[in-house]
């Protein structure tokens, strides 16, 4: 993917003007599913300054996680039930649940996440099929494999995807799809800092570098330009 980019489709650009991505490339690193002392004391560092941060009863109520709350329901979808990706985990950590431990890496950019407010996505980017991609609404009957699911689901045509010419391997901006999951084999990734209308850019540039960051130190590699599209 040329400069990992993303298109983002006219008639998404017509309906939500103001929607920004930060995207950023890590290349070299190594995914493994241990997790080192150093991301464990990270992860907790983060736990508590999230309990510090937060009370459990008014955290919709934070700007921040309203505005991707109010994009939810624009798009059709119940945030009381699919709850945007950095709002769940800061959930978790306040229901006094333990983060999830999948790889460093993942764990890596998820406590990004948490720490930013902003959803966040990876890819393998060697399994980005034709090594393009974009952002458009779904086709009616397509199917989506979301990492965990047992089953692909048909969607109906009114979400949010990010495409590549195989299919969905994202519902914009939610649920990674299986076939681009960032596994042990994955050497590329491609972060994708996901906003919505109303959140300033400039968040999501720092959440995009503050993963980069987190993914250096715990994957090793090197990261390239954060681009906004």
């Known amino acids: 993917m040329a400069g990992a980019m993303i298109v983002v489709r006219d008639e998404v650009r017509a309906l939500f003007p103001t929607l920004k991505l930060a995207l950023v490339e890590v290349s070299g690193v190594r995914v493994e599913?241990?997790?080192?002392?150093?991301?464990?004391?990270?992860?907790?560092?983060?736990?508590?300054?999230?309990?510090a941060k937060y009370e459990l009863p008014t955290l919709k109520d934070v700007p921040l996680f309203r505005a991707y709350r109010d994009f939810f329901w624009r798009l059709g979808i119940d945030p009381t039930?699919?709850?945007?990706?950095?709002?769940?985990?800061?959930?978790?950590?306040?229901?006094g649940k333990p983060f999830p431990a999948i790889s460093n890496f993942v764990d890596a950019y998820n406590l990004a996440s948490v720490r930013s407010g902003i959803p966040l996505a990876a890819f393998d980017l060697d399994t980005i099929a034709g090594q393009a991609a974009e952002l458009?609404?779904?086709?009616?009957?397509?199917?989506f494999l979301g990492i965990g699911m047992k089953k692909p689901v048909e969607l109906?045509?009114?979400?949010?995807?990010?495409?590549?010419?195989?299919?969905?391997?994202?519902?914009?901006p939610h649920r990674d799809s299986n076939r681009t999951k960032i596994t042990e084999r994955t050497v590329r990734a491609l972060v994708v800092a996901c906003g919505?209308?109303?959140?300033?850019?400039?968040?999501?540039?720092?959440?995009?570098?503050?993963?980069?960051?987190?993914?250096?130190?715990?994957?090793?590699?090197?990261a390239g330009e954060v681009k906004l599209v």
């Not at 992860?43 to 309990?51: F, K, L, P, Q, W």
């Not at 039930?81 to 229901?95: F, G, H, Q």
Request: glycine content about 6%; aromatic content about 6%; some cysteine.
């Open 156 to 172: 109906s045509g009114k979400e949010l995807v990010i495409a590549d010419r195989e299919g969905p391997i994202a519902i914009y």
């Open 81 to 95: 039930k699919e709850r945007p990706s950095a709002e769940a985990l800061v959930r978790r950590i306040l229901a």
């Open 136 to 143: 458009r609404f779904a086709k009616p009957g397509e199917l």
């Open 33 to 51: 599913k241990t997790r080192p002392p150093d991301l464990q004391a990270l992860v907790d560092e983060v736990t508590r300054e999230i309990r």
């Open 196 to 222: 919505a209308p109303g959140v300033d850019t400039r968040r999501l540039v720092e959440a995009a570098e503050l993963a980069a960051d987190y993914i250096i130190w715990f994957c090793g590699g090197e």
